[in-house]
């Protein structure tokens, strides 16, 4: 049964479900046609089932981190359309001892307004202080925001005292080629942006009744 429980644990975690899944007539069905002595567990037991394995899963990551020699981050903030509220999420990105490329989310976290360079920093820092690796970082990566340019000075000119980057931190930032190549399409499609707002019009046009659509295939064929 606890063997059951810490694997629903870990399927919520893995998938994103809501805790309240656990509470489902169906579901419990389900389980009990496989294990009879299978018990409804109550949304706020999973939650707590949950945030073990979240506790374990970190114990396990910060024992890793400590052999790992290098880390490079990732950060991006985006604004959560439900809540209005903007967060920042801090990825590291490592070779571990098989020589392996991983990745692992280390951070999500509210960044309050206002959300200047200074703050993103200071959030950062006390991130990479609380996994105890401020000293095993090799790169980062952010997109082309103003406030990001000021972070990475503030965190660079942080660990240039500590002599702690290679090269004297020229290696220290790294632009985020997705963002730049999301600039230049953009950019390139600004400039045709009649031809694409005519297409639109002629795609909703078509929709608009099942005749105009079957003319319209009758005729592409």
């Known amino acids: 049964m606890e063997k059951m429980k810490k694997a629903a644990a870990h399927w919520i975690l893995m998938h994103e479900l809501p805790f309240s899944i656990m509470e489902e007539e169906g579901f419990n069905m389900m389980l009990k046609c496989g294990m009879l002595e299978w018990e409804t567990t109550s949304r706020n037991t999973i939650k707590k089932d949950c945030m073990q394995v979240y506790e374990a899963e970190t114990k396990k990551l910060k024992v890793l981190l400590k052999i790992v020699n290098k880390i490079s981050l990732t950060t991006d903030l985006w604004k959560s359309s439900n809540q209005t509220i903007e967060y920042m999420v801090l990825i590291t990105h490592f070779i571990d001892c098989n ?83 999301n600039l230049m399409v953009q950019d390139g499609l600004y400039g045709i942006k009649d031809m694409i707002k005519y297409v639109h019009e002629s795609v909703r046009f078509i929709n608009q009744n099942e005749a105009r659509l079957n003319s319209f295939s009758n005729i592409v064929q």
């Open 99 to 181: 020589w392996r490329l991983q990745k692992r989310v280390i951070s999500l976290v509210h960044i309050p307004p206002p959300r200047r360079g200074v703050e993103i920093a200071d959030c950062i820092f006390k991130c990479l202080k609380e996994w105890e690796i401020e000293n095993k970082v090799f790169t980062i990566s952010v997109d082309n925001a103003s406030s990001n340019d000021l972070a990475i000075r503030i965190l660079k000119d942080t660990f240039l005292r500590n002599k702690r980057l290679i090269c004297g931190g020229k290696l220290f930032h790294v632009g985020c080629c997705a963002h730049i190549l």
